[in-house]
């Protein structure tokens, strides 16, 4: 390997472990500010922007981009914290909707500003050919890390994503 490619080895791993800390500090920021995980925000966020008949868990899953067995534990626990509630629909016995509480609604305002908004805000506001140009560099790590596959919604959150029910 030539000195060059050695050293953009190197900033390649420095930038990807910067990335890696940024969402371990946020998630530790987080769950100390509001007790939540970056997950269940982004889910109360979800079920904050319905209207009254809440979300369903299978939509849910579908704008998360996770599994509906994913999103049922997350749902699970933010059942049990009091933040959101599943009630059956009154026009579809077999359907369920979530809701949020208002316990789930104080959690939301009072969670710290998103890292993922943060680089939302950042991202739209960049050209479409160097969004589109990122994109393609973050779909080549994932790669490069045989993880294009992983159950992974677009919630920046640090740990192994695969687990992200049963750790939170």
Do not use: C, H
């Not at 982004?42 to 939509?59: E, F, N, S």
């Not at 933010?78 to 809701?99: G, K, Y």
């Not at 140009?133 to 994503?161: C, F, H």
């Amino acid at each position: 390997m030539t000195r060059t490619g050695s050293n953009r080895t190197d900033e390649s791993l420095i930038a990807l472990r910067r990335i890696l800390r940024a969402a371990e500090g946020y998630q530790r920021s987080l769950a100390q500010a509001s007790g939540l995980t970056p997950p269940k925000l982004r889910v109360l966020q979800i079920v904050a922007g319905k209207p009254d008949d809440g979300a369903t868990p299978k939509a849910l899953a579908t704008q998360m981009g996770v599994a509906q067995a994913t999103i049922t534990a997350l749902l699970d626990k933010l059942e049990a914290d009091r933040l959101v509630v599943r009630l059956r629909s009154e026009t579809d016995r077999r359907q369920t909707n979530v809701l949020i509480t208002a316990q789930g609604r104080a959690a939301l305002r009072d969670a710290p500003d998103a890292l993922q908004q943060r680089f939302v805000r950042a991202f739209e506001q960049m050209a479409d050919w160097e969004q589109s140009q990122l994109v393609s560099s973050l779909e080549r790590v994932a790669a490069m890390l045989d993880a294009e596959d992983m159950d992974a919604a677009p919630v920046l959150t640090y740990g192994d994503i695969r687990n992200t029910p049963s750790a939170d």
